[in-house]
């Protein structure tokens, strides 16, 4: 019988005990709420008893005629203390009941808590979490690595491979050995994290394997016996030839079971949605970057232009066509004239002047205006 096997008959017999203890628990409340009518019952039956027993008194008084009263009274006093212990027993013994059953509950959920699904799901939830809280893209693809390691059982190490314009290289890793596995199969020209940018799953039960020759058993010389490699799904984010792949790595052979392999690859799958989200957002934060940078060049160049317009007497193309001579003839940029021009005012007005402008101005004179 294997581990797991051992495990689920072990957590099977728990909650079957919880389940019993709990249902017997049940029924000794029934119990209780039927006892607890029946001495209501007794006590209501008990005050009519009292309140005649009263009357009768009162009536034997009258006539002169001794009772028995005193004797009466005293026994259903008795009665009625022997009820109210009764129900403080029951009481007491339904708190331990009420206690007995927070403690089973929180059993329960200790179990729960150390099964591989709720494992996965605390996993899937932390990559998410960690997808808005890393400072980076390159953050996010650590993350997803350690998670690998504390998810899929059997992973003792891993790493995050990504291949851009024909070249791979790891993005990520949890331990030096994993990466130089890694740089193994990039030498080779062949491995596991390479088919993997390409397949959902590449498992490799042992090295050598005969899929991969001139890779040969370089792995286990780095301390890695088996691999199971996932493809990182992000269609918006593999683009032109790119493509990544999550590796799982064990320190034996056949490290990975079936449940593990599937639980490593809907780990994949989610990851690799994560980092594609990650990788957009750098996107478009560079693309806000450049917008802003865009608006603040375009609005240097305004007050370029109507410095020019104003100094040189030029209606606005006359102007940024100035800007441009001057940016060619510099070799700088347009925006940097332009920021030259807007903070210290200096300009060449021969670049202000060409064929057919309208400076009506000659270069001499535009100089020694210039100049003044």
Not at 113 to 132: D, G, I, M
Not at 202 to 226: I, K, Q
Request: proline share 3%; with cysteine.
């Amino acid at each position: 019988m294997t581990s797991e096997s051992v495990e689920d008959e072990r957590q099977w017999a728990a909650e079957k005990r919880d389940f019993v203890a709990d249902r017997r628990d049940e029924l000794a409340a029934e119990r209780d709420a039927v006892a607890d009518v029946r001495d209501a019952l007794a006590d209501a039956r008990q005050v009519l008893l009292d309140e005649r027993e009263r009357q009768l008194d009162a009536r034997a008084v009258e006539l002169g005629s001794p009772g028995d009263s005193v004797v009466s009274a005293a026994s259903r006093l008795a009665d009625r203390a022997s009820r109210s212990q009764a129900r403080r027993d029951r009481e007491e013994v339904a708190a331990s009941r009420d206690a007995a059953a927070v403690d089973r509950d929180e059993a329960a959920e200790r179990r729960l808590a150390a099964t591989p699904t709720t494992k996965l799901a605390a996993a899937f939830a932390e990559v998410a979490e960690h997808l808005y809280a890393a400072d980076s893209f390159d953050e996010v693809l650590s993350r997803i690595a350690r998670a690998a390691v504390s998810t899929v059982a059997g992973c003792q190490m891993a790493s995050v491979t990504l291949r851009e314009g024909g070249t791979f290289q790891t993005a990520a890793t949890t331990a030096s050995a994993a990466s130089a596995v890694d740089q193994a199969q990039y030498e080779a020209h062949q491995g596991p994290c390479l088919d993997a940018v390409d397949e959902a799953i590449v498992y490799a039960r042992s090295f050598p394997d005969t899929r991969w020759p001139a890779l040969a058993s370089r792995p286990a010389d780095f301390g890695a016996e088996s691999a199971a490699s996932y493809r990182l799904a992000a269609p918006r984010l593999w683009t032109d030839g790119a493509g990544g792949s999550l590796n799982t790595y064990g320190i034996e052979p056949d490290a990975f079971s079936e449940e593990a392999q599937n639980i490593g690859l809907i780990l994949a799958v989610h990851a690799g949605l994560a980092a594609g989200a990650a990788h957009e957002r750098r996107d478009l934060e560079d693309l806000a970057e450049g917008l802003n940078q865009a608006l603040v060049s375009r609005d240097v160049i305004g007050q370029a232009k109507g410095i020019l317009m104003e100094r040189l007497k030029l209606t606005p193309e006359d102007a940024f066509d100035a800007l441009r001579r001057a940016s060619q003839r510099l070799n700088e940029k347009l925006r940097s004239v332009a920021v030259t021009v807007a903070q210290t005012g200096e300009f060449d007005c021969r670049d202000a002047l060409r064929p057919g402008s309208g400076a009506s101005r000659s270069p001499a004179r535009a100089v020694e205006r210039d100049g003044a």
